[in-house]
T-cell receptor, first 116, second 117 residues
Framework: NAGVTQTPKFQVLKTGQSMTLQCAQD?????MYWYRQDPGMGLRLIYY???????DKGEVPNGYNVSRLNKREFSLRLESAAPSQTSVYFC???????????????FGEGSRLTVL | AQTVTQSQPEMSVQEAETVTLSCTYD???????LFWYKQPPSRQMILVIR??????QNATENRFSVNFQKAAKSFSLKISDSQLGDAAMYFC??????????????FGPGTRLSVLP
């Protein structure tokens, strides 16, 4: 199993450009998340999707949009990138309804985004 | 809202020695999960250990064990026989067991552990 796969791994953008981070999981998870990681701040939730067809804002949603395309895929879009969005982005998923709920998040490998 | 605090931004330990990383959290809930994740330089987030709040017994995974003090809202990680491969950033995380809270996870700011040969 691939687990959680996110692309691209690295991206450099200029201020004002747009881009989409893609995420897919093959674990039949209901819930998917997008986090950003900044030094000294841990992981902060941008958006999450508790189940297919729903999305909700997290702690730091401004400047981002998401789409839960289907049960497997959850994308994060930056419409007009700003230097403050330079960060490492993680996609994660959890909760397979057909298996015991062990509670933890499963993470992708992260995407390093630099906005110049 | 729940919060997670890790008061030690950096720690170091001699190889083969034991080190304890601290974590405290704040919640009004009685049912929840607690986790320690390890992030090595590869950036991958790796689950180290999990604790369910309703279980009084402290979780252990090989050289990793926790001291879970529910009343004190404390969840420390002990690494025994430290190895060079243990060098990483360690995140403490809280997750509500209630679906009402949107299954959100709350992460602490992390503790960077160095292992000295």
């Amino acid at each position: 199993n691939a687990g959680v796969t996110q692309t691209p791994k690295f991206q450099v953008l200029k201020t004002g450009q747009s881009m989409t981070l893609q995420c897919a999981q093959d674990m039949n998870h209901n819930s998917m998340y997008w986090y950003r990681q900044d030094p000294g701040m841990g992981l902060r939730l941008i958006y999450y999707s508790a189940s297919e067809g729903t999305t909700d804002k997290g702690e730091v949603p401004n400047g981002y949009n998401v789409s839960r395309l289907n049960k497997r895929e959850f994308s994060l879009r930056l419409e007009s990138a700003a230097p403050s969005q330079t960060s490492v982005y993680f996609c994660a998923s959890t909760l397979n309804p057909d298996r015991p709920n062990t509670g933890e998040l499963f993470f992708g490998e992260g995407s390093r985004l630099t906005v110049l | 809202a729940q919060t997670v605090t890790q008061s030690q931004p950096e720690m170091s330990v001699q190889e083969a020695e034991t080190v304890t990383l601290s974590c405290t959290y704040d919640t009004s809930e009685s049912d929840y999960y607690l986790f320690w994740y390890k992030q090595p330089p590869s950036r991958q987030m790796i689950l180290v250990i999990r604790q369910e709040a309703y279980k009084q017994q402290n979780a252990t995974e090989n050289r990793f064990s926790v001291n879970f003090q529910k009343a004190a809202k404390s969840f420390s990680l002990k690494i025994s026989d430290s190895q060079l491969g243990d060098a990483a950033m360690y995140f403490c995380a809280y997750r509500s067991a209630s679906l009402f809270y949107g299954q959100n996870f709350v992460f602490g700011p992390g503790t960077r552990l160095s292992v000295l040969p």
